[in-house]
């Protein structure tokens, strides 16, 4: 039978996993499950203030731990990957401020990554993020939107074009007039910067062995 009938409503009844009883039978795999020869793993160290010029990252602590492969800045990264912007197809005008994988010189927002310590496994790799040293100069930081629109506000060049768009309304019709009405603000809300990324973790394995390479699957 097929999964989906044609004609059949699936609102407010229940329907059937077929993947279910493998999962709750503990067969499921999942991108930490496989296991591929040479496989190494990377940890993050991020930027704890929203905004803060880097004065120096010290890594020979973390690099001269056994099992740490390497410890990458943003410089180094910079020759790897120069940045993108994320842009929508159906939203003219609509793009990101310039993303990069590690912080370069500034971190602009709370929670940036500075720095990856890859490793021979996680435990490792979390180990030397600890053991990375970042000198800071603090600066200060922008929270909310009345604070953005004063003047005397600081920019931040890198996310000036962070909602770069402009929409307009419907003309009106021949002879109409728009309505006279009193406008107000209302209460004051807060959010995070927002651009277009997908909505649910995507993770991706290579291998630069040979094809006929398996990958084994981590003991349950």
Do not use: N
Not at 44 to 63: C, G, K, M, Q, Y
């Amino acid at each position: 039978m097929s999964r989906i009938e044609a004609g059949r409503s699936y609102i407010g009844g229940s329907v059937v996993r077929p993947q279910t009883a493998r999962l709750l039978a503990g067969r499921g795999v999942f991108t930490d499950d496989v296991i591929l020869p040479r496989l190494l793993h990377v940890a993050f160290l991020r930027s704890p203030h929203a905004h803060a010029r880097i004065v120096a990252i010290d890594t020979a602590e973390a690099t001269a731990l056994p099992g740490v492969a390497a410890v990458v800045t943003g410089e180094a990264m910079v020759s790897v990957c120069s940045g993108w912007v994320g842009t929508l197809a159906h939203f003219q005008g609509m793009k990101s401020a310039m993303q990069r994988p590690l912080a370069v010189g500034k971190a602009s927002w709370q929670g940036e990554p500075v720095a990856a310590v890859v490793a021979e496994s996680r435990a490792i790799a979390e180990d030397g993020v600890a053991r990375v040293r970042v000198t800071w100069d603090v600066l200060s930081a922008v929270t909310d939107p009345t604070t953005a629109l004063d003047p005397t506000t600081p920019v931040i060049p890198r996310l000036r074009a962070l909602a770069h768009f402009r929409r307009s309304g419907g003309g009106l019709p021949p002879g109409g007039r728009r309505a006279e009405r009193d406008l107000h603000h209302g209460p004051a809300y807060g959010g995070a910067p927002r651009g277009p990324a997908p909505s649910s973790p995507t993770s991706i394995l290579s291998s630069g062995g040979s094809p006929s390479t398996t990958p084994s699957r981590r003991p349950t």
